[in-house]
């Protein structure tokens, strides 16, 4: 009986988080339209924190209780999910097009990002102030979007009959707003508690349940959010929430777990060659696709998704 609630509860952190994400991608596309700002730019900031909520809680929930392992493989798991599951298995539904120049700039700060993590890490520890530097390495990254925002070419588009929206609506867009960082959270908590549980019911490290289950639970924001965003022809919502996601992940979440932790943010081997490795190859294929083709066709979504289902057969 213990077993089956341990599941259960995993279950509803789950149903929690999804509903979280839907309210966030309504309020997010509202807030697009409202200022005008780009889909991709509001994707990539306000959208990705809220869906990277469940991931920075998790990570620095694990990482305080002395579960190092799970927290950097609840980030790094999360940065290989959001690429070659979730925009692997939407380009698989429909081709995904590109905004040249705003996904260029992300795509090469996440690689970059990625890159200076594994350079912390490569010892075999991240420091406390590395783990600092990871923080401000983030908001940087917000700089760099505001001044995009400020780019009249880039950052505005026409607001059309958005900019005389009734004060009832912005009240619901605000109380959506707020009701999905409310269900994320408690989502994040019930999933790190479980999450440890079933390790310990099946005997396996708790690093390849971060890796897994932990990962694209967590990651179910940015998929619905992708999914939800394409449907609503808001291409650039979900790309713009994957690339920051990933960011955040990188600098927040794991540069938070760092600062929480009393003897920095411990690396095991399989980190440094196999995970980021694989994350590596992912990103690079995601970019290099996006940047030369303008577009996440089906072909190069099949191939993301492959090489994740590859992933998922090393881990076990």
């Known amino acids: 009986m213990d077993t089956f609630l341990v599941f259960v509860v995993f279950f509803i952190g789950l149903l929690t988080i999804v509903k979280g994400g839907d309210f966030f991608v309504d309020a997010a596309i509202w807030i697009a339209k409202k200022t005008g700002i780009s889909p991709m730019i509001i994707g990539a900031t306000?959208?990705?924190?809220?869906?990277?909520?469940?991931?920075?809680?998790?990570?620095?929930?694990?990482?305080?209780?002395?579960?190092s392992d799970m927290a950097v493989g609840?980030?790094?798991?999360?940065?290989?999910?959001?690429?070659?599951?979730?925009?692997?298995?939407?380009?698989?539904?429909?081709?995904?097009?590109?905004?040249?120049?705003?996904?260029?700039?992300?795509g090469i700060i996440m690689i970059v990002y990625l890159l200076i993590f594994y350079a912390f890490a490569s010892d075999g520890v991240v420091q406390f102030k590395e783990g600092f530097y990871l923080i401000l390495m983030f908001a940087l990254f917000i700089l760099i979007n505001v001044l995009e925002a400020k780019s009249t070419d880039a950052g505005f588009e026409e607001t059309k009959n958005y900019s005389n929206g009734?004060?009832?609506?912005?009240?619901?867009?605000?109380?959506?707003?707020?009701?999905?960082?409310?269900?994320?959270?408690?989502?994040?908590?019930m999933l790190v508690d479980s999450g440890v549980k079933i390790a310990q019911i099946f005997k396996v490290p708790q690093q390849i349940v971060s890796l897994t289950l932990l990962a694209v639970?967590?990651?179910?924001?940015?998929?619905?959010?992708?999914?939800?965003?394409?449907?609503?022809?808001?291409?650039?919502?979900?790309?713009?929430?994957?690339?920051?996601a990933n960011i955040l992940?990188?600098?927040?979440?794991?540069?938070?777990?760092?600062?929480?932790?009393?003897?920095?943010?411990?690396?095991?081997?399989?980190?440094?060659?196999?995970?980021?490795?694989?994350?590596?190859?992912?990103?690079?294929?995601?970019?290099?696709?996006?940047?030369?083709?303008?577009?996440?066709?089906?072909?190069?979504?099949?191939?993301?998704?492959?090489?994740?289902?590859?992933?998922?057969?090393?881990?076990?």
């Open 217 to 244: 639970g967590t990651s179910l924001p940015e998929l619905v959010t992708a999914v939800v965003a394409i449907a609503k022809g808001e291409e650039n919502i979900s790309i713009g929430n994957i690339l920051g």
């Open 166 to 189: 009734t004060k009832k609506d912005t009240i619901i867009n605000i109380i959506k707003f707020g009701l999905g960082a409310w269900f994320i959270i408690i989502g994040a908590h």
């Open 74 to 106: 609840n980030a790094i798991g999360s940065t290989i999910c959001n690429i070659a599951f979730i925009i692997g298995l939407c380009a698989c539904i429909k081709p995904i097009k590109i905004k040249k120049k705003s996904f260029t700039v992300k």
């Open 46 to 67: 306000i959208v990705s924190i809220a869906t990277t909520l469940p991931e920075f809680f998790v990570s620095t929930v694990a990482s305080n209780e002395g579960h």
């Open 249 to 316: 992940n990188l600098t927040v979440v794991l540069g938070g777990s760092t600062l929480v932790s009393d003897n920095g943010l411990l690396i095991l081997p399989q980190t440094i060659f196999l995970d980021v490795p694989y994350s590596l190859l992912i990103m690079t294929i995601f970019i290099l696709s996006g940047i030369l083709k303008e577009e996440i066709s089906r072909k190069v979504g099949i191939l993301l998704f492959s090489i994740y289902i590859l992933y998922l057969i090393i881990l076990f």
